[in-house]
Each structure stands twice: as structure tokens, then as C-alpha cells.
Nanobody
Framework: QVQVVESGGGSAQAGDSLRVSCEASGFTFSAYAMGWFRQPPGKEREFVAAINWGGHTTYYTDSVKGRFTISRDNAKNTVYLQMNSLKPEDTAVYYC?????????????????WGQGTQVTVSA
């Protein structure tokens, strides 16, 4: 019963910050790379950020570099996405992803498990 559950989404104004969280269960969290994807309205799901299974390596899509930070707490089976300097184009459903393997590549190229998503809406 691999399960990841997102929380922390909501409405924000441009320039604000939000942190979304992902609680994992049903698998050995430390054996999985983790990540975040998002799906803006009317668009395909896109990669946002990934973190390796030890939490020492991260990778971001260009549009969020310098603004978003992914982190994980393996003791809590939780991964976070801290979103600063939010822009209206960040509006999307944010999905947590879990891929068995050590690398951020496993998130980007693998077939991860998905959560139900949490809505983030950013207004100008």
C-alpha cells in the first residue's frame, strides 16, 4: 500500500510563500527518491523538483530555481517543497512523487507513485 499524501496547498498572492508537505507510508521511505510535479490548468503535468534518497542532492526545473527548495526528513517519512516568491504561473495542482531508487533521475525518468495532489493558487 504505497501511499503519498500531499497537504499545505492553498491560495496566495504573488510574492508570498507556501510550503507543501508529502507524508509517505507503505514503503521504505529512505529507499526512494522523492519529488514534486505540478499540473497547471489546461497543461500537462511537469517536473518541479527532486531529491535523492539520502537528501543530499536536489534537482530543479529552471523556472523554480532560486525560489523553491525541496527537502526531506527520513525520520518523519516526509518530503517538503518550500515555495518562495510565488508567481501566478506557479498556480497548479502539486503532486508528490516517489520512485524506488537512489537518484533524482529516478523521479524524472521513472514511473513514480503519485499522491492525489494539493491545489496551489497564486493571484497577482
Amino acid at each position: 500500500q504505497v501511499q503519498v499524501v500531499e497537504s499545505g496547498g492553498g491560495s496566495a498572492q504573488a510574492g508570498d510563500s507556501l510550503r507543501v508537505s508529502c507524508e509517505a507510508s507503505g514503503f521504505t521511505f529512505s529507499a526512494y527518491a522523492m519529488g514534486w510535479f505540478r499540473q497547471p490548468p489546461g497543461k500537462e503535468r511537469e517536473f518541479v523538483a527532486a531529491i535523492n534518497w539520502g537528501g543530499h542532492t536536489t534537482y530543479y526545473t529552471d523556472s523554480v530555481k532560486g525560489r523553491f527548495t525541496i527537502s526531506r526528513d527520513n525520520a518523519k517519512n516526509t518530503v517538503y517543497l518550500q515555495m518562495n516568491s510565488l508567481k501566478p504561473e506557479d498556480t497548479a495542482v502539486y503532486y508528490c512523487a516517489a520512485a524506488r531508487g537512489p537518484s533524482t533521475t529516478d523521479i524524472v525518468q521513472g514511473e513514480p507513485y503519485w499522491g492525489q495532489g494539493t491545489q496551489v493558487t497564486v493571484s497577482a
